[in-house]
């Protein structure tokens, strides 16, 4: 195993196309699961040149306007060019009803051991959860930065701070590891597109990027371990080959930013979507589960940096395999954690559920809860209050 290398890891702002899809899916989760938390809800967005493609298949008590919902969320994230925007864009919806069943009214805060075992997965999947002590969040240096850097990118754009920014953006960190511990900043790079109605002479390049490095590279930066220093790349640019950015210029799809969900490719993940699901698909609740429980082996001490791997079939309640890797960094060994965790986190797609009280986030939290995730990370997240699976409270338990 490599103990030195440079590890880069990238996040992209809410106004990324991809993001802008997650947000709009998640949006819908959100709304059907506020008006009937039974809800079973799958939905998926592509979003290109003034037009929004919105599929999506339910079965709920739930009368959902998909069309407003999507709207709302392109105002919101800040779209007003002509060749893009919420008032103008073309929405399109192939949407299927399923036959309601009396099998999707079970809550799981009320079932007993025995019933949660009866809640089988329906899907099969193979899920990660990695957790690392290199950030207070316990999660990989590179993308908790990248993070941070799109979130401000994003700030500073909202609060007019830097007027000129529009929504779509992205940002890259490298990271120089040495002993798998981090060292060094390699690399900070930030594209940042412009609002089309903004000009400026070619004299004026210096300028921007000077303001973007001290509003948003140097602000980040003040309150970290590890600073930037002389020999650290820095690279902004406003004038890549997407100018304003957006779906007017690239298109967008829901679910193809695994990485930047997770781990920013510093741990293994799972190749579906997080978003657009509804908390019964277990490709999504289960990557939650699996991210709590290797959280908190790292919170005790017992490993620097641990990786839980669930396998779960069709049909079966509990995974048919728990893995676990904590990479030469155990207090004990491998064996025993997975021991432990068995023993201390229930795995079951109803116990996940009834756990993290997945169901009704959305109705007790002010604006939805899902379309949160959807945006700078569904894991590792210190900037929404309360987030179940981030929650260390097994940590006793696991030391015995």
Same mark, same amino acid.
């Given at each position: 195993?490599k103990?030195?290398?440079?590890f880069?890891?990238e996040?992209?702002?809410e106004g990324h196309?991809?993001?802008l899809?997650?947000?709009?899916?998640?949006?819908?989760?959100?709304?059907f699961?506020?008006k009937?938390?039974y809800s079973?809800v799958i939905a998926?967005c592509?979003v290109?040149?003034?037009?929004?493609?919105i599929?999506?298949?339910?079965?709920s008590?739930?009368?959902?306007?998909?069309t407003?919902?999507?709207?709302?969320v392109?105002?919101?994230?800040?779209y007003?060019e002509?060749d893009?925007n919420a008032?103008?864009c073309?929405i399109i919806t192939?949407v299927?009803?399923l036959q309601?069943s009396s099998y999707r009214?079970?809550?799981?805060?009320?079932?007993a051991?025995?019933?949660i075992?009866l809640?089988?997965?329906?899907?099969?999947?193979t899920v990660f959860?990695?957790?690392?002590n290199?950030?207070?969040?316990?999660?990989?240096?590179p993308?908790w %930065?990248?993070?941070?850097? &799109?979130r401000r990118?994003?700030t500073v754009?909202?609060e007019?701070?830097?007027?000129y920014?529009a929504?779509?953006?992205?940002?890259?960190v490298?990271?120089?590891?040495r002993?798998?511990?981090?060292?060094?900043?390699?690399?900070?790079?930030? %594209?940042a597109s412009k609002?089309?109605?903004?000009t400026s002479?070619?004299n004026?390049?210096k300028?921007?990027?000077?303001?973007?490095k001290?509003?948003i590279i140097?602000?980040?930066?003040a309150?970290e371990?590890?600073q930037?220093d002389a020999?650290?790349?820095?690279?902004?640019d406003?004038?890549q080959?997407?100018?304003?950015g957006?779906?007017?210029?690239h298109s967008g799809?829901?679910g193809?930013k695994?990485a930047?969900d997770?781990?920013?490719?510093?741990s293994?993940?799972s190749g579906?979507?997080?978003?657009?699901?509804?908390?019964?698909?277990i490709?999504?609740?289960?990557?939650y589960?699996?991210r709590?429980?290797?959280k908190?082996?790292?919170?005790?001490?017992l490993a620097e940096?641990?990786?839980?791997?669930?396998t779960?079939?069709?049909?079966?309640?509990?995974?048919?395999s728990?893995q676990?890797?904590?990479?030469?960094?155990g207090?004990i060994s491998?064996?025993?954690i997975t021991?432990l965790?068995?023993?201390n986190?229930?795995?079951?797609l &109803?116990?996940?559920i009834?756990?993290?009280n997945?169901r009704?986030?959305p109705a007790i939290s002010?604006?939805?809860?899902?379309?949160k995730?959807?945006?700078?990370?569904?894991?590792?997240?210190?900037?929404l209050g309360t987030?179940?699976?981030e929650?260390?409270?097994?940590?006793t338990?696991l030391?015995g």
């Open positions: 195993m103990k030195d290398f440079m880069s890891s996040s992209v702002t196309p991809d993001k899809c997650d947000q709009i899916s998640d949006a819908i989760v959100d709304k699961l506020q009937d938390p079973h998926e592509a290109a040149t003034a037009l929004v493609f599929a999506a298949r339910f079965e008590d739930a009368v959902v306007d998909f407003k919902i999507a709207r709302k392109i105002e919101q994230v800040g007003d002509p893009f008032k103008t073309s192939s299927q009803e309601s009214y079970w809550d799981a805060r009320k079932l051991d025995d019933e075992e809640i089988p997965a329906t899907d099969q999947v959860g990695f957790a690392c290199q950030t207070p969040a316990l999660m990989p240096l993308i %930065l990248a993070h941070q850097l &799109a990118l994003t754009r909202h007019k701070i830097l007027p920014i929504p779509d953006g992205k940002t890259q490298g990271i120089e590891y002993d798998r511990k981090p060292h060094r900043i390699h690399s900070i790079s930030i %594209l609002k089309s109605n903004f002479d070619k004026d390049d300028t921007l990027q000077q303001e973007v001290e509003m140097d602000h980040v930066f309150e371990k590890i930037p020999k650290t790349r820095i690279f902004i406003f004038n080959h997407f100018a304003i957006g779906p007017s210029v799809l829901t193809r695994n930047i997770t781990y920013g490719e510093y293994r993940h579906a979507a997080l978003s657009g699901k509804d908390p019964t698909r490709d999504r609740v289960g990557a589960a699996a709590y429980a290797a908190n082996v790292v919170a005790a001490g940096e641990c990786e839980v791997q669930l779960y079939s069709m049909g079966l309640a509990r995974p048919v728990i676990v890797e904590t990479f030469g960094t207090k491998d064996e025993e021991m965790l068995e023993k986190v229930d795995f079951r &109803a116990g996940i009834k756990k993290f997945l009704l986030l002010k604006g939805g809860y899902y379309r995730l959807a945006v700078y990370g569904h894991v590792g997240r210190t900037d987030v179940p699976w929650e260390t409270d097994i940590v338990a030391l």
